[in-house]
Every structure is written in structure tokens, then in C-alpha cells.
């Protein structure tokens, strides 16, 4: 079957021309991740990534056309005309006005789109975004673009960077993802029902020369009927009445149905192996455990990994959100939209809301692998490898499960036994016996003197029926007893990659 034809988003201001020289500006004056650091100095960088600007004014205050766009770009400042124009060259300052880029505010120019560095350890990109409700001063329109916000660093942080043919970024907004994408993907397809954010998206690639395909419409059906290696997908996954407030948050779906939509159909879309990574939401309903509710959302032929990163309160959860789009909670338009969320909440028994991501991989397996998993801990390490790592541990269980007691294993160093030792009667007395792997997500096992003493013979000499037997005679068990209760054990240590096979 033939593909389906590329989208052409009709925004001629922000044209393959207007990037180019937009592009050239930037790299004359610096204007990259790297240069805006070394131009602010580490604590101004800090403060302004905490909201407090006054620093930034301050380094940049000498600094040629990389502070004016500095200023202009990432602090809202009102810049002279000339500056301006200095800083934007050879980019007119006439055809920047016209595109939208910028707009005249009294004596000088303002920025009107947010453009901003963002890079990787690989080099710097430029992303096109709408500004946020700080800078404009108020509330968002319905078509908001959002710029790069923490869930879409979350999500970059969490995909899994394995070289890949194809890849789609569903719901792709300002075209974050699909930016990193172009690091491991051949061949890199961007979706959205926006045309505004499609629009800007398209600049954002044409601003860094790469070649993305664009096309939009709703959830999969642009690309119905193909099939991928990869899908990201940062989905409008806000909970709660069924309704579009703004197209960057809001399905229209009601509850939590976005994050289950795309988890029930994103497979389909996968080739044989493939894999799906999202950030998703549910809900906590009473009476219910969030396991055995996004459990029911996946397809059959499907091993998946639910990471439960943090659970809300309804009431926070509201304002959170209130805020986000530039809506003061305490405004009587505030106060209307939490009570109806609220009042919502409450008529569907939902005591909280989790928020997490969702690794999937489409299998032929009989029995494919369904484990979901709080990780509310904080960790350094990026998720992505570690989804990769987790993918690569449940296909090697799935071949080798059945041999298990004759497999030789190890405990990696970066695994450590912690003990706890609490007061007791007679001195300190140890309570509890902690596995620790400290890095990737930092895993936690409490374990037994029994599994404490297993795990001490993991040196790769015997395999594990041998250290059972020797167990079971130097603490008078049953060998059959300790086998029934270490192998669980040991398949769970094995997924979280705290022992690996010898």
C-alpha cells in the first residue's frame, strides 16, 4: 500500500527561508545551550531555572546580541528596536515582526513565540513553543503549544535510544521528542491534531535542518495501517470530566480513557519486537488497586511495565493544573472549574491520581510479561536504559526460566547489602536487611537472613540448586521448602537487575 502523503502545514511565515536565517543568527551570536550557560555563569542559570530572573538581567547586562536574545527569549525583557535587530541579523527585524516572532511594546520589541535552546550531550536544537502563562500574563488560549516542560524531559529521559528504522512521536506537539528521535531513528514520523502545534513543530525542524514527517489527525488514525519499531507518545493524559480546555492537556475523553486509549491501541501500531514508551495517567479508585485497573487496558501479545512515579491528591492535582494554564485557583473562574474537578472526583470515588510511564513491547510470547510497580524514589540515571535493560531481562526469564536451578549467578557491584539496626533492649539489634542497587532507579529489596545468606554465594562457581542444597543443610530446611520460596525471589531480583547470570 501506497504511504500516506506528508501534511503540508500551511505557515509561510516561519518558511524554510526565515529558519535559515533565524538558524544563522543564532549560531553568529552563540545562542545555544552551551552558550547560554557559559554567559550566565552556573548560579544565574540556577536561579533562572528556579523563577527568580534577576541574576540573568544581571550577567547579561554587557553581553552583546547573545544577552539581548538572552533577554528577549528565555526572561520576556522589552529589548530596543536596534538591539534587536543587531541580535536577529540577518534575520530582518521587519520579517521577524511579521512572522510572529516578535511584536513592538512600546519603545522596543518583545518576544511573541518562545525559540529556546535545548540539547543533549550530542549538541544543542532550537524548539519553537507558545509563551507560557508567566510571560504572557495570563491564561493560555485553547491552542497552547507547550514548551519543553518536566513531562516532556521525564519522557526524554525515559525512552529507550537503541538504534531503530522507524519511529513515530504521537501527539508530537512542539516536536520535542521527534528532536531526540533523529539521534537513533532512520526514518522519524510526528503526529498531532493541532494544526498550531504542527505548525511550529515544522518550524522547529526546519530551524535545525532535519527531515521529519508531519501529518495530522487525531490519536493513530494518520498512520493506520503501518507499523513501527518505536512510539513515543506524550499524550493530553490530564484527568477528569470529559472536555477540552486545552488542546495540549485535554482528550475530551473522560477520566483517565486518554492514557487507556493509547495503551490499548499503541500495539497495533508496533512491529513484531517493537517497543511503545509513554507517560500515562490513572486514577486511584476506592475500592480498586491501579494495578489491576491499567493491567485491564493492555491487548493480548503484550509484555508491558507500569512505573508508578507519584500518586496526587485530587485537591492538588486541581491546582496544579489550575496554575499550569495561568488560572489563579482563587479567582471565582478558579473556584468554578476546581469545584466542578472536584465534584467530578467525587461522584467517581477517586481518592487520588498516579502518573507515571508505560514501557510496552509486542510479542508473540504465550505468556507475556505484566508487571506494575511503584518507583516513587528519586534517582539520577535516566529510565530509558533501564526500560531497555528491563526488556532485555524478561525475554532472557522467558527463555531460560525453566532453568533457573542450574544457572549460575552473580551479584553485580553495584549492588550493596545494607542492614538497619534499631534499639532493642540490650544494645542495637538488626532489624531489617536491605538489597540496594544504587544506580539506574536505585532498587530496594528487603530480604531474610535466608535470602541474605543465598545471595552471598551468587559468585558465579555453583549454580543455584548446589547453593540451595548447601543451605538447606547448614540451616535444617527442606531443600524443596527454600527452592519454592527463592525462585520468586530470585526471578524479581533478576527484572530489577540487582543479580544477572553468571
Known amino acids: 500500500?501506497?504511504?500516506?502523503?506528508?501534511?503540508?502545514?500551511?505557515?509561510?511565515?516561519?518558511?524554510?527561508?526565515?529558519?535559515?536565517?533565524?538558524?544563522?543568527?543564532?549560531?553568529?551570536?552563540?545562542?545555544?545551550?552551551?552558550?547560554?550557560?557559559?554567559?550566565?555563569?552556573?548560579?544565574?542559570h540556577a536561579a533562572l531555572g528556579r523563577g527568580e530572573p534577576e541574576p540573568a538581567y544581571r550577567a547579561t547586562a554587557d553581553g552583546g546580541d547573545l544577552g539581548t536574545l538572552i533577554r528577549l527569549f528565555l526572561l520576556g525583557a522589552t529589548e530596543p528596536e536596534a538591539?534587536?535587530?543587531?541580535?536577529?541579523?540577518?534575520?530582518?527585524?521587519?520579517?521577524?515582526?511579521?512572522?510572529?516572532?516578535?511584536?513592538?511594546?512600546?519603545?522596543?520589541?518583545?518576544?511573541?513565540?518562545d525559540v529556546r535552546p535545548h540539547g543533549d550531550e550530542d549538541g544543542t536544537w532550537w524548539v519553537f513553543s507558545d509563551l507560557d502563562s508567566d510571560l504572557l500574563g495570563g491564561e493560555v488560549p485553547e491552542d497552547h503549544v507547550l514548551g519543553v516542560g518536566h513531562a516532556s524531559l521525564s519522557l526524554i529521559r525515559a525512552t529507550t535510544?537503541?538504534?531503530?528504522?522507524?519511529?513515530?512521536?504521537?501527539?508530537?506537539?512542539?516536536?520535542?521528542?521527534?528532536?531526540?528521535?533523529?539521534?537513533?531513528a532512520e526514518r522519524v514520523t510526528a503526529t498531532d491534531v493541532s494544526p498550531r502545534?504542527?505548525?511550529?513543530?515544522?518550524?522547529?525542524?526546519?530551524?535545525?535542518?532535519?527531515?521529519?514527517?508531519?501529518?495530522?489527525?487525531?490519536?493513530?488514525?494518520?498512520?493506520?495501517?503501518?507499523?513501527?519499531?518505536?512510539?513515543?507518545?506524550?499524550?493530553?493524559?490530564?484527568?477528569?470530566p470529559p472536555r477540552v480546555d486545552y488542546v495540549y492537556r485535554d482528550s475530551g475523553l473522560a477520566g483517565d480513557d486518554a492514557s487507556a486509549l493509547v495503551v490499548r491501541q499503541l500495539p497495533g501500531f508496533l512491529a513484531e519486537g517493537g517497543i511503545?514508551?509513554?507517560?500515562?495517567?490513572?486514577?486511584?479508585?476506592?475500592?480498586e488497586d491501579w494495578a489491576?485497573?491499567?493491567?485491564?487496558?493492555?491487548?493480548?501479545?503484550?509484555?508491558?511495565?507500569?512505573?508508578?512515579?507519584?500518586?496526587?491528591?485530587?485537591?492538588?492535582?486541581?491546582?496544579?493544573?489550575?496554575r499550569d494554564a495561568g488560572i489563579d485557583p482563587r479567582s471565582p473562574r478558579g473556584r468554578a472549574k476546581a469545584g466542578a474537578w472536584l465534584d467530578w472526583f467525587a461522584e467517581n470515588r477517586v481518592?487520588?491520581?498516579?502518573?507515571?510511564?508505560?514501557?510496552?513491547r509486542r510479542t508473540d510470547a504465550l505468556a507475556p510479561t505484566v508487571v506494575c510497580e511503584d518507583?516513587?524514589?528519586?534517582?539520577?540515571?535516566?529510565?530509558?536504559?533501564?526500560?531497555?535493560?528491563?526488556?532485555?531481562?524478561v525475554e532472557w526469564l522467558r527463555a531460560h526460566g525453566n532453568e533457573l536451578l542450574d544457572t549460575r549467578f552473580v551479584v553485580p557491584p553495584t549492588v550493596v547489602l545494607e542492614r538497619v539496626d534499631t534499639p532493642g533492649d540490650e544494645g542495637w539489634e538488626p532489624s531489617v536487611r536491605r538489597l540496594h542497587r544504587v544506580d539506574g532507579p536505585g532498587w530496594q529489596h528487603e530480604v531474610d537472613e535466608l535470602a541474605a545468606a543465598l545471595l552471598a554465594g551468587f559468585r558465579g562457581a555453583l549454580p543455584l540448586s548446589d547453593l540451595i542444597d548447601l543451605l538447606a543443610v547448614a540451616h535444617g530446611q527442606s531443600p524443596e521448602a527454600l527452592t519454592e520460596a527463592a525462585l520468586p525471589v530470585v526471578r524479581e531480583l533478576l527484572r530489577h537487575g540487582m543479580v544477572v547470570p553468571a
Open 1 to 44: 500500500m501506497a504511504a500516506l502523503p506528508t501534511v503540508s502545514i500551511d505557515h509561510p511565515e516561519l518558511s524554510a527561508e526565515f529558519c535559515k536565517r533565524l538558524r544563522d543568527a543564532f549560531l553568529r551570536t552563540g545562542y545555544d545551550a552551551d552558550g547560554v550557560v557559559e554567559a550566565l555563569g552556573g548560579a544565574a
Open 83 to 113: 538591539a534587536v535587530a543587531a541580535a536577529l541579523a540577518p534575520l530582518p527585524l521587519a520579517d521577524a515582526a511579521g512572522a510572529g516572532l516578535v511584536r513592538a511594546h512600546g519603545s522596543g520589541f518583545r518576544a511573541a513565540l
Open 161 to 184: 535510544r537503541r538504534p531503530v528504522g522507524s519511529l513515530l512521536d504521537l501527539g508530537a506537539g512542539n516536536g520535542v521528542q521527534a528532536l531526540h528521535a533523529t539521534r537513533h
Open 197 to 240: 502545534a504542527l505548525a511550529l513543530a515544522e518550524a522547529t525542524f526546519r530551524l535545525n535542518e532535519l527531515d521529519v514527517e508531519l501529518l495530522r489527525g487525531e490519536w493513530f488514525a494518520p498512520v493506520a495501517r503501518r507499523r513501527f519499531d518505536q512510539i513515543v507518545c506524550n499524550p493530553p493524559f490530564v484527568v477528569g
Open 276 to 287: 511503545g514508551q509513554l507517560l500515562a495517567s490513572w486514577l486511584h479508585v476506592d475500592g
Open 292 to 322: 489491576d485497573r491499567v493491567a485491564r487496558w493492555l491487548p493480548s501479545g503484550v509484555d508491558a511495565w507500569f512505573v508508578q512515579r507519584d500518586v496526587a491528591d485530587p485537591a492538588l492535582y486541581v491546582g496544579t493544573w489550575l
Open 351 to 360: 481518592d487520588g491520581v498516579g502518573f507515571g510511564f508505560v514501557t510496552l
Open 375 to 393: 518507583l516513587r524514589q528519586a534517582y539520577d540515571d535516566p529510565l530509558g536504559a533501564e526500560a531497555a535493560n528491563w526488556l532485555d531481562r
